[in-house]
């Protein structure tokens, strides 16, 4: 069964440093997603992506953050400059056009220190 | 504000109690209800919701919408330990926002 895809799956990093999230989403889906979950907390929506371009952000998403799809096949998110509360888990999620359901990717579990 | 919010936080039960999580949300235009599943890392998908009373099924599993009360419940019988886990509950705003509830955190002792 076809599954999204997330590398590296734990990454540290310094504070100040830029980090790059990767996703592999389903081939045949459209709207790609990235969520964070902090410990403990609930899964925040972060930012849609559909049709090359960002459909979508939330309040959280600000300038430090950034999405590409640079090659039709991997969807990546940018942390410019990461702070402490940048640590979390970072889910990657596509789905087809209709229905509407999500598929998660596995996370990748961000450790700022 | 879009919001969701879920009931109650956490639960124990013994295997085979029957349990209901409640899922309420108010946001602008909405399309679907969706349930998963969360154990160790990903959330898993349980069930999507567009129309009202309509109950959705699955084994042990089953949830039902009230969109004119704005809620959800998920039952689900003859609880497992393999039950055990995090349900999330998450409403889709427009054609892109997913918005998640905080989760009911599951706890079924043998």
């Not at chain 1, 969807?75 to 596509?94: G, P």
């Not at chain 2, 029957?18 to 602008?28: A, D, K, R």
């Not at chain 2, 969360?38 to 599993?61: C, D, H, Y």
């Amino acid at each position: 069964e076809p599954e999204v895809t997330q590398t590296p799956s734990h990454q540290v990093t310094q504070m100040g440093q830029e980090v790059i999230l990767r996703c592999v989403p389903i081939s045949n889906h459209l709207y790609f997603y990235w969520y964070r979950q902090i410990l403990g907390q609930k899964v925040e929506f972060l930012v849609s992506f559909y049709n090359n371009e960002i459909s979508e952000k939330s309040e959280i998403f600000d300038d430090q953050f950034s999405v590409e799809r640079p090659d039709g096949s991997n969807f990546t998110l940018k942390i410019r400059s990461t702070k402490l509360e940048d640590s979390a888990m970072y889910f990657c999620a596509s789905r087809p056009g209709h229905p509407y359901e999500q598929y998660f990717g596995p996370g990748t579990r961000l450790t700022v220190t | 504000e879009d919001k969701v919010v879920q009931s109650p936080l956490s639960l124990v039960v013994h295997e085979g109690d029957t349990v209901t999580l409640n899922c309420s949300y108010e946001v602008t235009n909405f399309r679907s209800l969706l349930w998963y599943k969360q154990e160790k890392k990903a959330p898993t998908f349980l069930f999507m919701l567009t129309s009202s009373g309509i109950e959705k099924k699955s084994g042990r599993l089953s949830s039902i919408l009230d969109k004119k009360e704005l809620f959800s419940i998920l039952n689900i019988t003859a609880t497992q330990t393999g039950d055990s886990a995090v349900y999330l509950c998450s409403v889709t705003s427009g054609t892109y926002k997913y918005i998640f509830g905080t989760g009911t955190r599951l706890k079924v002792l043998a």
